[in-house]
């Protein structure tokens, strides 16, 4: 008889775990206060619950100066234009991660430079950035993905020695610190997500953060249409778009920032008891913990599932196998961005790309990252972290499903069904 949910045996998770997003009587307030206040948008520039919620967002995160934006691409777009990228130049990126990291180069006509992830803990691998700089490297743009940090003290040592910014790109780590200093507060910039899924959100929504008042000027022109930035010492005029953050957005984001302290403990706490739950278990691999973290901000609990301990059985069906055991899972949640559906880039609407070749830089085939194509296609299993705000039983019940799935793998052997089909596409191109 089966046991798996998958085959169909009883589904052990029977109940669903913490809703996100979380709306609160808080939520309903402030959007009650935007309502009646006929101030909706973000004009007049800047609204006043996104100039309060970037201000306290800053300080949070350890840095002087806060913008809100209206996505966390346009965020990263606003940075790279803060330090002034420029047609032509290359920014460093590592491969595995959201395509709205890279795509922000490409717009502004500067190239993106795939660099590999350190496996251990599938950020941007510090060791690897000085053999892909050259002459026209401008800047380098960790992220720091999942739950864990780029590393951040040998990226800021190879900036300073090749003369280069650092911009952090922060879509996971909301409320994080790295040796007690704020995620996007140790580069040039940092640009933050508030899109549905991350730690606080607005639905769409983004912010920047910086210490470096010319930067903050620089960011407010450019989201603001060109107009004069608020404080305006620096008299940049440039050519804007409106990407001002709307103030019923902005308003939900307040009540969410004074939340994510005790949220974040409660993650932080139920994570650690999954890791005893994990330990020693056949196929399953964790990210290498850092003390230099010194405060979690993980977008996902993210692990490693070895098929090779697991009797050759694909990571699709494996996580095809929790999810209907009843646990929210994914495993090619990103790819190589490189390889990606959603990459599909034509040389000729990036004219840098050829200049100075007598070919285009071929983007989608000139890059191999071993490390980001195992974490891809075979490694990594991303549980979301909402499943992680709940009691010790949710956290058990994602343990115990992990068990039962490996202690009956040979049931996913030659097993066709629709959920292992959809973990072999990329998200992109599944049908939900
Ligand atoms: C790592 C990373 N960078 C950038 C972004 C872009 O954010 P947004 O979707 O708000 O544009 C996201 C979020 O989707 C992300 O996960």
């Not at 010492?233 to 004074?258: K, S, T």
Request: glycine residues 8%; contains cysteine.
């Amino acid at each position: 008889m089966s046991k798996l949910a998958i085959s169909g045996g009883e589904r052990l998770r029977q109940s669903p775990f913490t809703e996100w997003p979380l709306a609160t009587d808080d939520e309903k307030a402030a959007l009650g206060d935007v309502l009646t206040s006929s101030k909706w948008g973000g004009q007049p520039f800047p609204g006043k619950h996104a100039v309060a919620f970037a201000k306290k967002f800053a300080e949070v995160h350890t840095a002087k100066f806060g913008q809100c934006v209206n996505t966390g691409t346009v965020a990263i777009q606003a940075a790279l234009k803060a330090i002034g990228i420029q047609p032509g130049d290359e920014v460093i990126v590592p491969a595995y991660t959201w395509e709205g990291t890279v795509g922000p180069v490409l717009l502004l006509n500067a190239v993106p430079v795939f660099v590999d992830i350190d496996p251990d803990t599938y950020c941007l691998d510090a060791k690897l950035i000085e053999k892909a700089i050259t002459p026209k490297t401008k800047a380098i743009l960790p992220v720091h993905l999942g739950m864990r940090f780029a590393d951040m003290d040998q990226i800021l040592d190879i900036a300073a020695k090749h003369k280069l910014k650092v911009i952090e790109d922060c879509a996971h780590a909301h409320g994080g610190m790295w040796k007690g200093k704020g995620a996007g507060s140790m580069g040039d910039l940092g640009a933050f997500s508030f899109q549905s899924s991350k730690l606080i959100t607005c639905g769409e929504g983004g912010a920047v953060i910086t210490n470096n008042l010319e930067y903050l000027e620089k960011v407010q022109s450019y989201i603001n249409a060109g107009r004069a930035s608020v404080t305006d010492q620096f008299h940049h005029r440039i050519i804007g778009f409106n990407y001002r953050l709307g103030e019923f957005q902005a308003a939900v984001l307040g009540p969410q920032l004074d939340r994510l302290p005790a949220q974040a403990k409660v993650r932080e706490e139920n994570m650690a008891h999954f890791e005893g739950r994990l330990e020693g278990a056949p196929g399953i691999g964790l990210l290498k913990p850092d003390p230099r973290i010194t405060r979690l901000a993980p977008y996902g609990f993210v692990l490693k599932y070895f098929s090779k301990q697991a009797k050759d059985i694909a990571r699709a069906a494996f996580v095809a196998a929790l999810q209907l055991e009843g646990v929210p899972c994914d495993g090619l949640f990103y790819e190589p961005v490189y390889k990606s559906s959603l990459f599909p880039v034509d040389p000729a609407d990036f004219p840098a790309l050829s200049w100075g070749r007598e070919q285009p830089l071929d983007l989608r085939k000139m890059y191999s990252c071993p490390e980001s194509e195992r974490a891809a296609y075979q490694e990594a299993v991303w549980f979301p972290h909402q499943l992680f705000l709940g009691g010790k039983k949710d956290v058990d019940a994602i343990a115990d499903a992990i068990e039962k799935v490996l202690a009956n793998i040979e049931e996913l052997r030659g097993l066709d069904h629709k959920a292992i089909r959809d973990q072999r596409l990329s998200r992109a191109d599944r049908e939900s």
